[in-house]
């Protein structure tokens, strides 16, 4: 059987000691194997189609693609522990095209005279041009070397098509709040020390899924409780260690004020305080709030607080909320802080939402009756034998594409449920519908539970 990668020279093994001696704590406990790693279940899960690629040393072309923190190089070097195959490591911030070509001629001889493949792992991907990443492409097509590059870059707009058609691309999470738990406790194992549960929490809320930076943080905090209590056997992490090591202050709030805080963030939009709400945006940041919980908040009242009053509200919030998963944060929060901004400072109507209330009211309340027969979708056949579906007036038949016809049951015919207001774009609306409908029902000066 041919040679491991595990195979290493005594030099080798002595550096790696070392290193694991002395570097840093995120480095001192990278996983080895498949069970040490934590998170990714997506894909390292018993039975995902990853884990059993990588346990069956049959892995083919593939981009590792995620956040900084959540295990790309992690899982190369478990791979390169696990693969019969030899192993190779590059760096696209350091590597060129002559060190491409030297690999491939290396990953030719070792095929010829060994029988021997090769993988070759290419850190930050994206980072090769065009002209780099075209000489891999012949030796990835071929098989002569199987790629796995990682990249916390958008493949599809960083890695050139033919190569990334060429690979399988696989997405990795940031790490949810129980993996972080999970990691940060087996950090402070490793360095002989405790913590308490808002300092453990602290670190949770601000590394973002970013489990090297928790790590890290763990080891500064732990050397600032030796320094604050050099005789304690154990030194024990406190909150204000962890502000220190994270230079941030740690803004939380329980089950309660989380409540509180939302009501008066959504209250400050809907009262068009543009500074109240990036004020309180700010606070639930700082505090760790779940950016997509924001980001939802301002969906909903882009359509029940802004409406038809200024109808691109809903797309502004919409927007913000794919940059959120799109994106992330840090830098997602300009664009809650976009969205804050453009909901506060537009017009406001809940006449939608009321209509939808009243519309409601009526389908509990009234009779549900039929659908009038001529807006029944029909075949040609019950409409020649039965009638049913004829009477309807196609409108783009008339001049301005109206023709004026009932559309609902006689049990709820006439009602009215939507009142235009007579702000921004609504008030257009309501003169649209004046001229359409010719009644004064959509008269804008009417209010919403007026009639």
């Known amino acids: 059987m041919p040679a491991k990668r595990g195979d290493k020279d005594l030099f080798t093994k002595a550096l790696e000691e070392r290193i694991a001696q002395r570097g840093p704590l995120a480095a001192r ?37 995620g956040p900084p923190g959540t ?92 190569l990334l058609s060429r690979s399988t691309l696989f997405r990795l999470e940031p790490l949810d709040d129980d993996d972080m738990r999970t990691l940060v406790e087996r950090g402070l194992h490793a360095e002989g020390s405790t913590a308490d549960d808002d300092a453990l929490d602290h670190i949770i809320n601000e590394v973002d899924g970013d489990g090297r930076a928790a790590h890290n943080s763990i080891e500064i905090a732990v050397a600032l409780a030796r320094a604050r209590d050099p005789e ?32 008066a963030f959504i209250k400050s939009l809907r009262g068009s305080d543009p500074d109240a709400g990036l004020y309180w945006l700010a606070r639930m940041l700082e505090a760790g709030e779940d950016a997509r919980f924001i980001a939802r908040r301002l969906v909903i009242l882009a359509s029940e607080d802004v409406g038809m009053a200024d109808p691109m509200g809903l797309v502004v919030a919409d927007a913000a909320a794919r940059a959120v998963e799109f994106v992330g944060l840090p830098e997602a929060g300009l664009n809650l802080a976009h969205a804050v901004v453009y909901l506060a400072v537009a017009p406001k109507s809940n006449r939608s939402t009321v209509g939808l209330i009243r519309a409601g009211k009526d389908v509990k309340e009234r009779p549900a009756g039929a659908v009038p027969n001529h807006l029944r979708s029909a075949h040609p056949w019950e409409r020649r034998k039965l009638g049913t579906g004829t009477g309807y007036d196609y409108v783009h038949t008339h001049e301005g594409a109206f023709a004026r016809q009932e559309y609902r049951p ?14 921004g774009a609504e008030a257009e609306i309501a003169r649209y519908l004046r001229e359409l409908w010719g009644d004064e029902r959509y008269d804008a000066d009417v209010g919403p539970f007026d009639k």
């Open 71 to 162: 295990g790309k190089t992690t899982l190369a070097q478990v791979i390169a522990n696990t693969t019969n195959r030899r192993f190779v490591s590059l760096s696209a911030v350091t590597a060129g095209v002559k060190d491409v070509r030297e690999t491939v001629e290396v990953a030719q001889r070792e095929l010829a005279d060994h029988d021997r493949g090769t993988i070759l792992f290419l850190d930050e991907v994206h980072r090769f041009n065009k002209a780099q990443q075209d000489a891999l492409l012949p030796a990835v097509e071929s098989g002569l070397l199987t790629l796995i590059g990682a990249t916390t870059e958008n493949p599809f707009f960083e890695v050139n098509a033919p």
């Open 29 to 65: 406990l990278r996983p080895q194997t498949l069970e040490e790693i934590i998170g990714q279940r997506h894909l390292l899960g018993d039975g995902a189609a990853l884990r059993a690629l990588i346990e069956a040393d049959r892995l083919s072309s593939i981009i590792l693609w």
């Open 410 to 423: 006689d049990e709820v015919a006439g009602r009215v449920y939507y009142h235009p207001s007579p702000y």
């Open 232 to 263: 304690a056997e154990v030194p024990h992490v406190s909150l204000a260690d962890v502000e220190e090591a994270r230079q941030s202050r740690a803004i939380q709030y329980g089950v309660d004020e989380h409540y509180d805080i939302i009501s």
